[in-house]
């Protein structure tokens, strides 16, 4: 195990509500790491609708989800949190008064005074396509996402999909892999048009093959794959040698460990004091689409509220002698200092 990194705050999950929170415990000069599961920050945002407008965010009549994301990280810039990415928040375990050992699924360890759980719908889990006994290879052969691109060099690879992650995924391990198989089941892809077309030259130079139709049948030992059976949409069956598949279907979102961290449970939310945003558990908050309380809207701007309610009483914890004034920005000086605009 590595050893722990200490921080004041803890947030689990960098959606538009943990990364506000980081800006309001940010003016009271408390210091952050995020954690998230995926590969980008942004939470539903960036991942589920990036191009989509918004148009409730308080004086702002339209912005999209990645404009969002990008403005929000513009805004918490002056505070320098320190994210963790492709990592998810395994275990919990109280060791102060308040105070936290946490660990992820990549063995890193955090120590931290308070937990903020801004973990919107829990983890975002990929989406199992239907073959039949795919379960056998999942972490042996079968990989819903690529955290280490040189697992897949030499290899007869399979990707499954039609979208942006299948496409940026045959570009990329295209170089590494000793033979790339794109399997869709349709030929119309979802992604960026400019990756589909640096595949189908790639497909029309002969340097890897795209089939239409659908995985029926894997072959191979324990959880080692040797072939794919793939049934196209005009009927063929071709096999097709394969010891490494990377379907990318989508995410579904599951509540996840968020589960398992002894805090207190109403239909998989968490139920919060709406005061202070603490959990059953003091020094663990929760904030945004993940929380409870009589009249909850799943909404950005409840959780950016959420989020300023919680830095007041998270700062008691982090510094509990000291005296918090409440100030604007608009006339603090010392305020806009920590922004670095004075
Ligand atoms: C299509 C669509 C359109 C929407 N339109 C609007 C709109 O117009 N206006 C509006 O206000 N809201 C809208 N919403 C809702 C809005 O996106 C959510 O309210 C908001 O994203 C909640 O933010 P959050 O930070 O609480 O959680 P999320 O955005 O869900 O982020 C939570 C993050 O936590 C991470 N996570 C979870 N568990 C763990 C773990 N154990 N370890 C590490 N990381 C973890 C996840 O990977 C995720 O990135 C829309 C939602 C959808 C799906």
Redesign the pocket.
């Known amino acids: 195990m590595s050893e722990a990194i200490k921080t004041d705050v803890l947030i ?7 990364l506000f929170a980081v800006f309001e415990l940010g003016l009271l000069d408390v210091k952050v790491h995020l ?4 590969d980008k920050i942004g ?3 960036a ?3 990036p191009e ?1 407008p ?4 308080p004086g702002i009549p339209m912005i999209t989800g990645h404009g969002l994301t990008e403005s929000l990280l513009e805004q918490i810039k002056p505070f320098n949190p320190t994210f963790h990415l492709n ?4 275990t919990v375990e109280k060791i102060g008064d308040p105070g936290f050992r946490v660990t992820t699924d990549a063995g890193k360890v955090f120590e931290c005074k308070v937990l903020v759980v ?7 889990q990929p989406k199992r396509p239907p073959v039949p006994g795919i379960e056998a290879y999942e972490g042996g052969s079968v990989h819903y996402a690529v955290r280490k691109m040189e697992e897949f060099r030499d290899k007869d690879l399979m990707i499954v999909g039609g979208g942006d992650s299948a496409l940026d995924w045959v570009l990329n391990l295209h170089p590494l892999a000793k033979r790339i198989t794109l399997v869709h089941r349709r030929d119309d892809f979802r992604a960026a048009p400019h990756s589909v077309e640096q595949m189908r030259a790639l497909v029309a130079s002969g340097q890897m093959d795209l089939l239409i139709g659908q995985v029926t049948a894997l072959e191979g030992e324990g959880n080692v794959l040797s072939a794919a059976t793939v049934k196209g949409n005009d009927g063929t069956v071709t096999k097709v040698a394969c010891n490494a598949m990377l379907p990318f279907f989508g995410l579904t979102m599951k509540l ?3 589960a398992n961290w002894g805090l207190h449970l109403e239909n998989n939310l968490i139920p919060v004091d709406t005061g202070t945003f603490e959990t059953n558990v003091p020094g663990i908050f929760a ?4 929380n409870t309380y009589p009249g909850k809207l ?4 409840s ?1 950016f509220h959420e989020g300023a309610l919680m830095a007041q009483k998270a700062v008691k914890y982090v510094y509990p002698d000291k005296r918090v004034v409440f100030q604007y920005t608009t006339s603090s000086s010392s305020l806009q200092k920590k922004l670095g605009v004075n």
Do not use: H, R
Request: hydrophobic share 40%.
């Open positions: 689990v999950g960098a959606g538009p509500c943990g954690v998230d599961i995926l939470g539903q945002c991942e589920l609708y989509k918004i148009y409730d965010i990592e998810m928040i395994e801004a973990a919107g719908g829990g983890s975002f996840g460990p968020v904030i945004g689409d993940i799943k909404l950005i701007l959780g």
